[in-house]
């Protein structure tokens, strides 16, 4: 039982929320059709516009990759367009073997060295460990998973030494109250090789690829995978003929991310390749080029862009994947 009062009362502070909350929303809902509504109404041309001028930059890096040492320093880069006179000899200088002129040729190998194994492993790892969290039932699945992707909340670089120790001399454990030694990881010597750089991309690489693929893996439809057990099918074969033609966009997705993480990346090839110069990729042969007191400084844009070419072509020749594998997913 409630009193009368108590109750008009009740429901007159009721009705009052809900009036102030409608406003509230109403307001909020409004502002947000107006900004949608301005943003739907801006011309295409407005959108191009700013694209236009996003990429004057690198235009203008460019252009100076074509321009001697003399004309970078006397004017800008929009006298090049009248002035004429360009060169190719920054690019030959960079690609060369000589030691003060560049040598980036021999760092885009090593690039390659450390960025296709550190594309391929994950992708290959991460596919078939997000197949079996998603569709092969077993125990602890659940909380392997959320311990895989919780390692996405570790700092790579608060294991780069960590992982450099494990290269450099392996893991090794003293018992406690003895002098009993045990190898928990045996020395393989792999501090400055390109397998240390890739192989620590790789271990980064796995938590996120395994969390992106998963999602999508698991998202297939059920009947798919019934009607190929019904048939006879295993797991490799569910896996190599279902899983991975339906997972191309995800795939082809983390193969642009981490390619492009890989062979952009500064700090870990710095940190294992330490003082093993015929290793280095391209990323730290750039940051060396300009040599003693900025000499070379002109050969920098003509660097930078041939450091920079791969990654585009990597990007644009992996966007009919997406296409296609939309089209196959949906059929």
Do not use: C
């Amino acid at each position: 039982y409630e009193h009368p009062t108590h109750a008009a009362e009740r429901g007159l502070t009721v009705a009052t929320t809900r009036k102030t909350t409608s406003a509230t929303g109403g307001s909020v809902g409004r502002v947000g059709r107006l900004v949608y509504g301005f943003l739907r109404s801006v011309p295409t041309w407005v959108l191009w516009l700013l694209v236009l001028i996003w990429t004057v930059p690198t235009g203008s890096l460019f252009l100076n990759s074509f321009r001697t040492r003399d004309a970078q320093r006397r004017s800008g880069w929009w006298a090049s367009i009248g002035e004429g006179g360009w060169t190719l000899d920054n690019y030959i200088d960079v690609l060369s073997s000589s030691r003060q002129t560049g040598g980036l040729a021999t760092a885009v190998v090593n690039s390659f060295a450390i960025a296709i194994p550190a594309t391929v492993i994950p992708i290959a790892i991460a596919a078939m460990a997000a197949y079996a969290f998603a569709w092969i039932p077993f125990k602890g699945r659940e909380w392997l998973f959320v311990l895989t992707v919780s390692l996405l909340a570790l700092p790579n670089q608060v294991a780069l030494l960590p992982l450099l120790q494990l290269f450099a001399g392996g893991v090794h454990w003293t018992v406690p109250g003895s002098s009993t030694v045990v190898t928990l990881f045996p020395d393989l010597s792999l501090a400055g090789s390109a397998a240390a750089v890739w192989l620590t991309h790789t271990s980064f690489a796995l938590p996120f690829a395994i969390f992106l693929l998963h999602n999508y893996i698991a998202s297939l439809p059920a009947e798919l995978f019934e009607a190929a057990r019904i048939d006879g099918a295993d797991h490799f074969t569910i896996f190599w003929r279902l899983v991975v033609p339906l997972s191309v966009p995800a795939l082809a997705a983390f193969t642009i991310f981490q390619f492009l993480w890989t062979w952009n990346d500064y700090l870990v090839a710095l940190t294992m390749l330490g003082a093993n110069g015929s290793a280095y990729p391209a990323t730290i042969k750039i940051a060396s080029m300009a040599g003693e007191f900025g000499r070379l400084e002109h050969l920098l844009s003509a660097g930078a862009f041939v450091q920079a070419g791969v990654p585009l072509l990597v990007f644009f020749a992996l966007q009919r994947f997406f296409v296609r594998g939309l089209l196959t997913g949906s059929v």
